[in-house]
């Protein structure tokens, strides 16, 4: 089955075939939330095992996360539904101390699909990055990305200076990545929780729209 064949080439960093494979199966008109799922992010979890059990190692991590980046953008404008007016502005970032942005790739991707204008600030990004850059573009929406359990906390600092700054009430704080869930959401004074990329995109319409 392709799927398989996706997610093997993804856990041996072979971008090349990667991106032939997603191609032969967009060709074949499969589709593409089944590429990604059963394919890419298949075969990115059992890359997170091996990596776990010592069995690869940060290189091998790297060269699987280069390849999953290029295969998610041959499926990118398949996965967005084209939006054609911005409905809303969302400052987005993976936060301080963490480089992992595969899923806030993916989060940033549904977005714009929806209509958002995403402003992307990358990885490693501070709180008061996240807030400053909230104010300049005078965003509705923050939302933040954690991969680390020892990252995550970062986002009670971004609750925190956006209510120094007193735009508390003006921004809706938006949380996720694998550590976090809705009990920590609760507990840090976030907005909204959501699992994945699509239910975030959902969820961020819902706060413009409504
Ligand atoms: Co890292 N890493 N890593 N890593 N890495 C994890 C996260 C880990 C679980 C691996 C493991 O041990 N099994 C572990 C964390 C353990 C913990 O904290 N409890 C870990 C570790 C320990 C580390 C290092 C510390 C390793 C080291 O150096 N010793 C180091 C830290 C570096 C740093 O950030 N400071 C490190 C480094 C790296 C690489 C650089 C090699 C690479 C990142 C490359 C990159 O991102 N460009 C990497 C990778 C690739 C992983 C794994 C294998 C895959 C992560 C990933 O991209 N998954 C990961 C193991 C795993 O998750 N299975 C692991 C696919 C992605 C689509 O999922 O990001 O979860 P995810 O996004 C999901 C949801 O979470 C959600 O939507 C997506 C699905 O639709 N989501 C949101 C994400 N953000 C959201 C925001 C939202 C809403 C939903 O709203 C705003």
Redesign the pocket.
Known sequence: MIYDDISAALQKGRRKDVEALIQQAIDDKLPPKDILNKG??AG??I???K???NE?Y?????V???A??AGTALLKPLLAEAGVESIGKVV?G?VL???????????KM?MEGKGFEVIDLG??VSAEQFVQSAIEHDAEII??????????GEMANVVKVATEKGIRDKVTI???????NEAFKISVGAD?????????AEE?AKVVLN
């Open positions: 890419l992010l990115m979890d890359v997170g095992e990596f776990k059990n690869l940060v290189p091998d991590v790297l699987a996360a280069r999953m980046n987005i993976t101390g963490d480089l992992h942005d595969i899923g806030k790739n993916l989060v549904m990885v490693n939302a933040c990305s954690a991969l680390l359990t020892t990252t995550m938006m949380i996720g990545g694998a550590p976090v909204i929780y959501t699992p994945d990329a699509a239910s975030a961020a």
